[in-house]
């Protein structure tokens, strides 16, 4: 009895779909920074998210008066503040690359940009990596985030002050980094703050509060006009070769 041989026949195997697409962000995901930028960069309608200890942050929409608002009157002050100083850069709403487990995107941003000065720099993607000189956050309330992980994020890469405005509560914090620890920097009697790090830098807080945006702008006018700011910006002056 002959027994014929049995010939396999191949099977073609199909593969399992690749997903050319990442798949979208979503408040919660647990991502490296790669990734997180890489879900970003395929949403290009995504206004904004942030990768807060890895964990994905994504705000809900924008109120005039909660946000919109306050928002502007930061940027006027600071727009101002950088047209009498050069070297000093506003931004607003730009991705900061800090460490391997926070990307995030604060409301504004005011950094150094000359290299002997600065902590930040910007990347070839257009990006700012390093910790930039002065972050703002426009909060609604003490619950929010900024008041909590952010602080500790912040604090702990070397954002050298820190503003988080709480609208709905009408109260205004900034902080300082003291020996790796942010303390509060307090107004004077009058309600004026002024920033360390960058000199003539004045705020009228009760006038900010109030929504005041004029007086805001004269008393930083007198900021811009004192001997600090002077001799702030003989110090980014270019050294002569």
């Known amino acids: 009895m002959t027994i014929s041989p049995v010939i ?3 099977s073609t195997h199909h593969a399992a779909p690749r997903f050319v697409t990442p798949p979208p962000l979503e408040p919660g995901d647990r991502l490296s920074r790669r990734e997180f930028e890489r879900r970003y960069e395929a949403m290009p309608g995504l206004k904004k998210a942030e990768l807060i200890e890895g964990v994905v942050f994504m705000p ?9 608002q306050p928002h502007s009157h930061i940027i006027g002050w600071l727009v101002q503040y950088c047209a009498a100083t050069p070297v000093v850069q506003v931004a607003d709403n730009t991705t900061v690359r800090l460490d391997r487990d926070n990307e995030v995107q604060p409301d ?3 950094r150094i940009t000359s290299s002997e000065l600065g902590r930040s720099r910007l990347t070839d993607d257009d990006y ?7 972050l703002i956050e426009i909060a609604g309330s003490s619950a929010t985030i900024d008041l909590y992980d952010k602080l500790k994020v912040y604090q702990r890469n070397g954002v050298q002050e820190y503003i988080v405005w709480q609208v709905y509560e009408e109260r205004l914090d900034w902080f300082q980094l003291i020996d790796d620890g942010y303390q509060p920097l307090d107004p004077d009697e009058a309600g004026v703050s002024r920033s360390h790090v960058f000199p003539g830098l004045w705020l009228n807080v009760p006038a900010l509060l109030d929504g005041d945006l004029a007086k805001v702008l004269a008393q930083l006018q007198i900021g811009l006009n004192s001997a600090e700011h002077a001799d702030f910006l003989t110090r980014l002056a270019p050294k002569s070769p």
């Open 8 to 10: 396999a026949k191949s």
């Open 60 to 68: 809900s929409p924008v109120h005039y008066k909660g946000h919109g």
């Open 108 to 110: 504004v941003l005011l």
């Open 128 to 134: 700012i990596e390093g910790a930039p000189e002065l």
